[in-house]
């Protein structure tokens, strides 16, 4: 009777404790898994599906950089290879390990025109159908990999010196960056010829920033998430025939709350507490 | 010569397939493309592991169907023919772990009786099922952001960086801590293919009338635990978690131990 008391003793205290260190090491590694997703300002392959999927899917294989850095365009003349664009994260890039991205200033995207790293994807991370154009052909001009955006205040164009590396590194010239001209008021005889991205068509594929002169590059590519605003769908515009039918058979609606007792002229005066 | 035969083999074995994965990258090779996670074999047969589609698919994502196939291809090869081979003959970690083992012989660390029990064997286990739910909780593959295999695979194919500290880690982990530490008691990998391998034809097999009770074997085998049977019956190695590496055949002096193909039919 004490025997079997004693094993039914020793049973619970070493499930309780099994129980306890799985819950441990669950916590310990849901919460390390959770920090180590978190790294915004990566740039990834063409076609890569949104970064939150993206590194769900990632099966991390390599296929995709294999296929970059062994393209026929990579090789050096004499024949030998070159570094590809795409770099597996490894322990100290911060990035979601084995994870492919780039960095624009090291190696830009070349954006083959076969875009030979998307097809080999096998886990669907990078997925093909939204590089393909209504020929059913890959177009990797369709690809977003990011947004390239200028700082002004460091771009020497902006200070009226003439520069257009970026515009004439942009594999879709003049399109995806545009340069506008505008008069030079300090000197009255020069003109600004400004830098202009264009968001619809820039492909985020860097070879601005590689080539941008400045020191720390004043044009550079972020994630498009990171690169753009969201003005929300309560903005309607006017003068626009095609958004105006979005509020066609819209309703009024009241809403009510704290503040709707109140004069607006009152509580835009009063102090913020909303 | 007789009694290193297969650990030459697998060593063999492990560093063809490394040095394929590595000329895929390096050369642009079309033998074995990818990593352990998704490869392509010849260029066309896909290839994958298991354990990480399942996380996957955990997380939330449905993966294409090259993948499946992949984990399908790879779940039916070691269900029917290698059992838990893939640890003691593809993967790179069992030479880390190897060492460690056969270092802690020498320094004699065995016998020092250092005996982390709160460990055991089937810990395993409850990591793979723990890993799987924190892929589903937290929307990553869990084991991915720290496997040291794929880790090690993936430096040994694209350059290492800091990522070559997971691997110390591992061997001071099993040189000094826990006795097969790593692959014997923790990695979940090696606990799937525990399970899918249960069923694999090529096993070891005892003959107990030649045994001599050395229990040389039994000292060498990270499993130990799998020989219950030696000096006393003529059975096979029958556990899933025997990882067919052929040690014990090689350090058995009396031809008690053979590599066998099980037979299913006659009981």
């Known amino acids: 009777m004490a025997d079997s008391n004693n094993n039914r003793r020793k049973f619970m205290a070493t499930t309780l404790q099994s129980v306890g260190l799985t819950a441990l090491g669950g916590l310990l590694w849901s919460g390390y898994s959770d920090e180590v997703k978190a790294s915004p300002l990566v740039l990834r392959p063409p076609a890569a599906i949104e970064e939150e999927d993206f590194l769900k899917a990632c099966i991390k294989c390599g296929l995709c950089a294999e296929a970059c850095v062994n393209r026929d365009s990579n090789k050096n003349t004499d024949g030998s290879q070159r570094d590809g664009t795409l770099i597996m994260a490894k322990g100290g890039d911060h990035k979601m390990i084995g994870t492919p991205f780039f960095i624009p200033t090291e190696i830009p995207c070349y954006m083959c025109d076969d875009i030979p790293c998307v097809p080999v994807c096998p886990s669907g991370a990078l997925d093909m159908k939204s590089v393909l154009n209504k020929e059913n052909e890959l177009d990797i001009n369709l690809a977003r990999m990011g947004l390239a955006v200028v700082h002004k205040e460091s771009c020497v164009a902006f200070w009226g010196i003439q520069c257009d590396a970026c515009y004439r590194a942009c594999p879709i010239q003049g399109e995806a960056i545009t340069i506008e001209h505008q008069k030079n008021d300090r000197t009255g005889k020069h003109a600004f010829l400004l830098p202009i991205v264009h968001s619809d068509i820039c492909t985020g594929c860097g070879l601005c920033e590689k080539a941008c002169i400045t020191e720390e590059p004043a044009i550079f590519v972020l994630p498009v998430e990171e690169a753009t605003g969201r003005a929300g769908n309560h903005y309607v515009k006017g003068w626009d025939m095609k958004d105006q039918l979005r509020v066609k058979d819209a309703k009024e609606i009241h809403t009510v709350d704290e503040r709707s007792d109140k004069k607006a002229s009152d509580y835009l005066n009063m102090e913020v507490e909303y | ?267």
């Not at chain 2, 525990?194 to 005892?206: E, F």
């Not at chain 2, 059975?235 to 031809?255: A, F, H, Q, S, Y």
Request: proline share 2%.
């Open chain 2, 1 to 267: 010569m007789k009694n290193i035969k297969y650990l030459l083999l697998r060593r063999v074995s492990q560093f063809t397939i490394l040095f394929l994965y590595f000329g895929a990258n390096a050369y642009g090779w079309h033998m074995l493309e990818g990593t352990f996670g998704a490869s392509r074999l010849f260029g066309f047969i896909p290839l994958s592991d298991p354990y990480m589609v399942i996380q996957v698919l955990a997380s939330g994502f449905v993966l294409g169907v090259d993948v499946l196939l992949g984990a399908l291809i790879i779940i039916l090869f070691y269900m029917i023919v290698g059992g838990r081979a893939f640890c003691s003959w593809v993967c790179p970690i069992n030479m880390v772990t190897d060492l460690a083992n056969w270092l802690r012989r020498k320094l004699n660390l065995d016998k020092e009786e250092i005996n982390y029990r709160f460990i055991k064997r089937r810990a395993r286990y409850w990591i793979m099922v723990l890993g799987i739910i924190v892929s589903a909780v937290v929307g990553v593959a869990a084991f991915e952001v720290l496997s040291p295999i794929t880790i090690m695979q993936r430096g040994i194919i694209f350059g290492f960086g800091a990522g070559i500290a997971v691997v110390i880690a591992i061997f001071l982990f099993d040189l000094f801590g826990i006795k097969n530490g790593w692959c014997g008691h923790l990695c979940p990998l090696g606990a799937t293919y525990s399970i899918i391998g249960k069923t694999s034809l090529i096993r070891v097999d005892h003959n107990h009338e030649n045994c001599t009770n050395c229990m040389d074997c039994k000292v060498v085998c990270p499993e130990n635990q799998v020989l219950y049977m030696i000096n006393k019956e003529s059975i096979m190695v029958t556990d899933g978690e025997c990882t067919n590496c052929g040690r014990c055949i090689d350090v058995c002096n009396d031809d008690a131990l053979e590599f066998n193909i099980r037979n299913f039919i006659k009981k």
